[in-house]
């Protein structure tokens, strides 16, 4: 029973994190990126990886965002989705252009969904 509430109260707390840091880049600069390289594990739990570059006043910029936990049959159709519209829109951090963000809501397109649990 103990582990079932630590499982629930990280799960609730990942959430608010989540929920947080997109909310957060809402309010950010939206500029054009593109990916640069995906890749997924080779073991444990399937989690595409997406680099992207961006340049904000004449500076370049990159960036890494994760999916959420994929189905591995779908690792190949997505990663071909990417490789044929490899644009995306960046949310940036007008404080610090080096941190950025892709959200879904700007990237309707975007195969997956991207995790938002790292700041």
Known sequence: MVRFLENLLGGATNLVKRQKHEHEALGWQRVAGKITRHSTPRTGPTVLRVDYEYRLDEQGYSGTCNSFKIRSEDALRIGQA???SPVLQVRVNPDDPSQ????NSDNPRLP??????LP
């Open 112 to 117: 997956f969904e991207v995790d938002h649990l």
């Open 100 to 103: 950025s963000r892709i959200l």
């Open 82 to 84: 990417l490789d044929a």
